[in-house]
């Protein structure tokens, strides 16, 4: 079965700067997906960025990028020039080929002005 | 968001009583999910459905049963609520696997459990 872990249960940073949140997973698949997604106080899900397993460039989209360094299982999430409104609760997610979709714990990030 | 609806939104219930939570989509996807979402605990899979009565457990599957008799609604039922069954439940579903198929959440139902 697969696991999504994420260290670290809350972050903050200050407005402006940059922060990155830690994802690790485990699975014995080769074929996979993997999603950061934001959950803001009105418990709405908003897909933030998404990797395929099979790429090796990171992916990017505007201020948030990924470091997906696939033998090490890992899947962390850069917030450059953080803004007070990225602060909600981020889930890491991984997604079986066949469909299976698991998150991580999450981890709320806090942003100072 | 639009295609999908989550019913109650809101519901308490008795320890022992059955509950049953309502996902109904309007997209026509594939795939649908439930999960549950508890503080320190993230969102965690209880079933999923990769097709009328195609479905599969979940990681917190115990004590949870679901049901998928066409594509638009998929059920979550709670023979015996409990306690520990106190969450809030969302549904999600996706068109297909691929990373350019993306989810859609529904909006939660909290369900109390006393």
């Known amino acids: 079965a697969q696991t999504v872990t994420q260290s670290q249960p809350e972050m903050s940073v200050q407005e402006a700067e940059t922060v990155t949140l830690s994802c690790t997973y485990d699975?014995?698949?080769?074929?996979?997906?993997l999603f950061w997604y934001k959950q803001p106080p009105s418990r709405q899900m908003i897909l933030v960025i998404r990797?395929?397993?099979?790429?090796?460039q990171n992916a990017t989209e505007n201020r948030f990028s990924v470091n997906f360094q696939k033998a090490a299982k890992s899947f962390s999430l850069k917030i450059s020039d953080s803004q007070l409104g990225d602060a909600a609760m981020y889930f890491c997610?991984?997604?079986?080929?066949?469909?299976?979709?698991?998150f991580g714990q999450g981890t709320i990030l806090t942003v100072h002005p | 968001d639009a295609g999908i609806t989550q019913s109650p939104r809101h519901k308490v219930t008795e320890t022992g009583t059955p509950v049953t939570l309502r996902c109904h989509q309007t997209?026509?996807?594939?795939?649908m999910y439930w999960y549950r979402q508890d503080p320190g605990h993230g969102l965690r899979l209880i079933h999923y459905?990769?097709?009328?009565?195609?479905?599969d457990k979940g990681e917190v599957s115990d004590g949870y049963s679901v049901s998928r008799s066409k594509t638009e609604d998929f059920l979550l039922t709670l023979e015996s609520a409990t306690s520990s069954q106190t969450s809030v439940y969302f549904c999600?579903?996706?068109?297909?696997?691929?990373?350019?198929?993306?989810?859609?959440f529904g909006s939660g139902t909290r369900l109390t459990v006393v």
């Open positions: 999600a579903i996706s068109e297909s696997v691929g990373a350019n198929y993306g989810y859609t």
């Open positions: 699975t014995s698949e080769s074929d996979y997906y």
């Open positions: 990797q395929e397993a099979y790429k090796q």
């Open positions: 997610a991984y997604r079986s080929a066949r469909g299976k979709l698991t």
């Open positions: 997209e026509n996807h594939r795939y």
């Open positions: 459905s990769y097709g009328v009565k195609d479905t």
